[in-house]
């Protein structure tokens, strides 16, 4: 699959995506829920991955 985004498009994602980065380890440090826990600490590598993907087309 080829996604295709504008110059701008491309910034917003990455800005989103960094919020929801920085946002995630508080997450995770005040979850109890050890399940929860786990799906957090998923979320968190796959938004990096994204990020780091989203930064190579800038």
């Given at each position: 699959?080829?996604?295709?985004l504008?110059?701008?498009?491309?910034?917003?994602?990455?800005?989103?995506?960094?919020?929801?980065?920085?946002?995630?380890?508080?997450?995770?440090?005040?979850?109890?829920?050890?399940?929860?826990?786990e799906?957090?600490?998923?979320?968190?590598?796959?938004?990096?991955?994204l990020?780091?993907?989203?930064?190579?087309?800038?």
């Amino acid at each position: 699959m080829e996604l295709t985004l504008t110059k701008e498009e491309a910034e917003l994602i990455e800005e989103l995506l960094l919020i929801e980065l920085n946002t995630l380890p508080v997450e995770i440090h005040h979850c109890r829920i050890s399940e929860y826990k786990e799906m957090l600490k998923k979320k968190q590598t796959l938004v990096s991955g994204l990020l780091e993907k989203v930064k190579k087309l800038l």
